[in-house]
């Protein structure tokens, strides 16, 4: 297995079945996607790109500038991610769902949580969380 | 000493008393006597006579019979004939009454360990066809939207959108729209313009398709034997504009995310919010554009490789098929429901080094998983270096009709973690077993709750059951019809022991 960057500041990995999609960045700012799925689009087609379970790949995707880089770690420390359950499941079993699987580390600490059923559970730690991420890629987005 | 004519005529008695005393295996119904006439002693009604031809022979029976009154004979009753008859006008009335349903089936009524799916079934006496009907109600969702930085945002749940959105988030922004475009159903603007058509009639041909006509069962009840019941399923999917829109007798919303054309993967799932008390017009089947077509990430099928010029499996391939035995448990001793083969196809030099890859396969297969070797089949690759593992069929699978079967009441069969490990129990294990089916459990397979597409006779389980609810009659089986003949009258029946006789049951009659 191919070690995932560290120190982290704060990772979200989607599971669907065996394939995992992770968004990561680590405690200096540093940007990764991994997992071992990934998708490329060539001439509007779309490919997917599949490695065992066991070996996630890492690629390097951008580093966030100081600002933004505070502005994700103030959110975390904010959301109450620490103190939420390590584990959120929808009200009644959904088969063979999605899953979120949230870390984050910050000033010593360091905590996971399980969303089940993406899509169907909600946790407001959580949201808190992918919405502060999702600001913090959009600070590194060029295009 | 006795006289010739007193000897026979104690011989006579001697048999008559055997035959009366002799043991006969044919129901006590069949062995009513008429009632007896006390001035002439019992009179023997038909079934009686045949029994004990066929237990004394015919010989016996003839000379008892001759002592019998030579007038004739109360009525004869209860006779196999009688029940015959009976069966056959009762089976009549039950058909000609028609229809039996349409009644909604709850698979959490009967299964405690479940907790989703719901159809309504009818039956057809006259057709002999259970009609099996699912009702969907179906909700077409963006799978991503593009928000107002310009950036693709994932909608449908799956690792797989996430990373498409990545990829699109990576081109510049000016691209992101026609792509983001592709996620977004025509209705909504999306460019494939017959999609939500195609998947209302995809979601209703592939469902059909995959269970109709699978197992045949037939009524066990005597002399009803020949009524079958042949399964057809009637699958009725229509738009909603919004989740509220579903009707009451729909038994699932359908949540349908669109996706690139192409797409590999996708969450679907099941489920039931409200659990058991929800009932059967209570779920929810989440599912992608692409899931009414066969999937394109061939589940069933495994690329290796071998070390150039040698017998031996690459390391990576050791791996792979190590994960694929330790997915592949063979069946439980006594189980009815055999584990899935496989078929190994091995390139080499020669025919001996392709062999001797074979059996280097089936070394790893039964170290990494105890694969029984008896499970995998030979299939020659020719020259190379490569092989190939396919799983049972090899068929893709279709996820709408996968699905569908847990709206049948079904659970996965594939493997996972925690209650998903190979070789655990299913949520309809034990239901199957109660029907003959012993052995359902979680592995890769070909079956259609694994990764393929095959129906097999546990998945038709609680069509079996609501067949039985629906027509309020518990003598229903597995298999197809069966002739039904009259019984038969008196006859000729040798004497037990002798040549045609049968085994002799130990009588004093000879």
């Known amino acids: 297995m191919s070690d995932a960057p560290e120190p982290l500041l704060l990772e979200r990995r989607i599971e669907t079945g065996e394939d995992a999609y992770i968004d990561r960045i680590t405690a200096d700012g540093t940007v990764w996607t991994g997992g071992n799925v990934a998708a490329t689009l060539e001439d509007g087609d779309l490919s997917f790109e599949r490695s065992e379970p066991s070996e996630p790949r890492w690629t390097r995707q951008a580093t966030l500038q100081a600002a933004p880089l505070e502005a994700l770690r103030r959110s975390i420390a904010d959301s109450g991610f620490f103190s939420t359950p390590a584990e959120h499941h929808p009200d009644t079993p959904v088969i063979h769902a999605s899953r979120e699987v949230w870390t984050a580390e910050l000033d010593g600490r360091r905590h996971t949580s399980t969303l089940h059923a993406r899509g169907t559970t909600t946790a407001e730690p959580l949201s808190t969380l992918a919405a502060a991420l999702e600001s913090a890629l959009a600070a590194t987005d060029t295009g | 000493m006795m006289t010739p004519m007193e000897h026979e005529a104690e011989r006579v008695n001697a048999e008559r008393v055997a035959v009366e005393a002799a043991p006969v295996a044919a129901p006590v119904a069949e062995l009513a006597v008429a009632p007896s006439d006390p001035a002439r002693g019992s009179a023997l009604n038909r079934a009686t006579v045949v029994a004990l031809q066929r237990s004394a022979g015919n010989a016996a029976v003839a000379r008892m019979l001759l002592r019998q009154p030579v007038v004739a004979p109360p009525a004869l009753t209860n006779s196999p004939q009688e029940a015959f008859d009976t069966a056959r006008k009762e089976r009549e009335t039950f058909i000609a009454a028609g229809k039996k349903g349409p009644q909604t089936y709850n698979p959490s009524a009967t299964n405690k360990d479940n907790y989703y799916g719901g159809f309504d079934v009818e039956y057809d006496p006259a057709k002999a066809e259970l009609l099996v009907m699912l009702k969907g109600a179906v909700l077409f969702l963006a799978g991503m939207s593009i928000d107002p930085a310009g950036r693709a945002q994932a909608i449908e749940p799956s690792a797989q959108t996430a990373a498409a959105a990545a990829a699109i988030n990576r081109l510049p922004k000016a691209a992101r729209a026609a792509e983001v475009a592709k996620w977004t159903w025509s209705s909504a603007g999306g460019p494939d313009s017959s999609d939500e058509t195609d998947l209302l009639t995809g979601f209703k041909s592939s469902v059909e398709a995959a269970w109709r006509k699978k197992h045949p069962f037939h009524c066990t009840k005597e002399y009803w034997r020949d009524l079958g019941a042949t399964t057809e399923l009637k699958v009725d999917v229509?738009?909603?504009?919004?989740?509220?829109?579903?009707?009451?007798?729909?038994?699932?919303?359908?949540?349908?995310?669109?996706?690139?054309?192409?797409?590999?993967?996708?969450?679907?799932?099941?489920?039931?919010?409200?659990?058991?008390?929800?009932?059967?017009?209570?779920?929810?089947?989440?599912?992608?554009?692409?899931?009414?077509?066969?999937?394109?990430?061939?589940?069933?099928?495994?690329?290796?490789?071998?070390?150039?010029?040698?017998?031996?499996?690459?390391?990576?391939?050791?791996?792979?098929?190590?994960r694929l035995a330790k997915e592949m448990p063979n069946a439980a001793p006594g189980s009815t429901i055999e584990a899935a083969g496989l078929t190994v196809r091995v390139q080499g030099k020669d025919a001996r080094q392709r062999r001797d890859r074979f059996d280097a396969v089936l070394d790893?297969?039964?170290?990494?998983?105890?694969?029984?070797?008896?499970?995998?089949?030979?299939?020659?690759?020719?020259?190379?270096?490569?092989?190939?593992?396919?799983?049972?069929?090899?068929?893709?699978?279709?996820?709408?009709?996968?699905?569908?079967?847990?709206?049948?009441?079904?659970?996965?069969?594939?493997?996972?973690?925690?209650?998903?490990?190979?070789?655990?129990?299913?949520?309809?294990?034990?239901?199957?077993?109660?029907?003959?089916?012993?052995?359902?459990?979680?592995?890769?397979?070909?079956?259609?709750?694994?990764?393929?597409?095959?129906?097999?006779?546990?998945?038709?389980?609680?069509?079996?059951?609501?067949?039985?609810?629906?027509?309020?009659?518990?003598?229903?089986?597995?298999?197809?019809?069966?002739?039904?003949?009259?019984?038969?009258?008196?006859?000729?029946?040798?004497?037990?022991?002798?040549?045609?006789?049968?085994?002799?049951?130990?009588?004093?009659?000879?």
């Open chain 2, 238 to 322: 229509a738009k909603v504009a919004a989740a509220g829109g579903k009707a009451g007798d729909q038994h699932m919303l359908v949540n349908t995310y669109k996706v690139a054309k192409g797409f590999i993967g996708g969450a679907a799932d099941v489920s039931r919010p409200g659990g058991k008390a929800a009932g059967a017009f209570g779920n929810v089947m989440n599912i992608t554009s692409e899931d009414v077509t066969a999937r394109k990430d061939e589940l069933l099928h495994r690329d290796l490789s071998f070390q150039p010029g040698k017998g031996l499996l690459t390391p990576g391939s050791v791996g792979t098929v190590w």
């Open chain 2, 364 to 510: 790893h297969l039964k170290q990494g998983g105890g694969v029984d070797p008896s499970r995998a089949k030979f299939e020659d690759g020719g020259e190379g270096e490569g092989g190939h593992v396919t799983v049972g069929t090899g068929d893709a699978q279709t996820v709408a009709a996968h699905e569908s079967g847990h709206m049948f009441g079904l659970d996965d069969e594939y493997t996972g973690a925690g209650a998903y490990g190979a070789g655990k129990k299913t949520e309809h294990t034990d239901i199957a077993a109660a029907a003959g089916h012993t052995g359902a459990m979680h592995a890769t397979s070909d079956n259609i709750m694994s990764e393929g597409n095959v129906v097999r006779p546990q998945h038709y389980v609680t069509f079996l059951d609501a067949l039985k609810q629906v027509t309020a009659m518990a003598d229903w089986d597995y298999g197809a019809t069966q002739k039904v003949d009259p019984p038969s009258g008196v006859g000729d029946f040798p004497v037990p022991g002798t040549p045609g006789g049968g085994a002799d049951p130990g009588t004093a009659v000879v």
